[in-house]
């Protein structure tokens, strides 16, 4: 398999609806993609879970995070995605990877305790 970096190249955001203001609005386009911010509150570690993601270029995608008992970001530092979820909220980002790459994922208030993860886009 053929894959290339992009470097500096601004992917495509999200169209309409992106990131809900609380709970209950939360809107799917695309395919839905769990991911559950974990922490002491609940489960008793800092991760993102799943933390290891494989998404093909060019799928349109709706990321619902959920958060345990703490606040936490889902932030792609190369992408510019930095998704802020309040303690036990959930906020969508409908996003499109449009450019093959490994990109690290980080919760910025944990990211030294090991809250990451690595975004694949093939
Ligand atoms: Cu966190």
């Not at 990321?63 to 510019?80: A, I, N, Q, R, Y």
């Amino acid at each position: 398999m053929a894959l290339t970096i992009g470097l500096g190249i601004v992917v495509l955001t999200a169209c309409g609806g992106a990131s809900g203001q609380g709970t209950e609005d939360i809107r799917i386009v695309g395919k839905r993609v769990d991911v559950n911010m974990e922490d002491p509150g609940k489960s008793g570690e800092y991760v993102f879970d799943p933390a290891e993601f494989t998404f093909e270029r060019g799928e349109q995608l709706t990321l619902v995070m959920t958060s345990e008992g703490e606040f936490h970001t889902f932030t792609v530092p190369d992408l510019d995605i930095d998704v802020h979820v309040d303690a036990w909220k959930s906020k969508a980002l409908t996003y499109t990877f449009d450019e093959p790459g490994t990109y690290e994922l980080v919760c910025i208030p944990h990211e030294t305790l090991g809250m990451t993860g690595v975004i694949t886009v093939r």
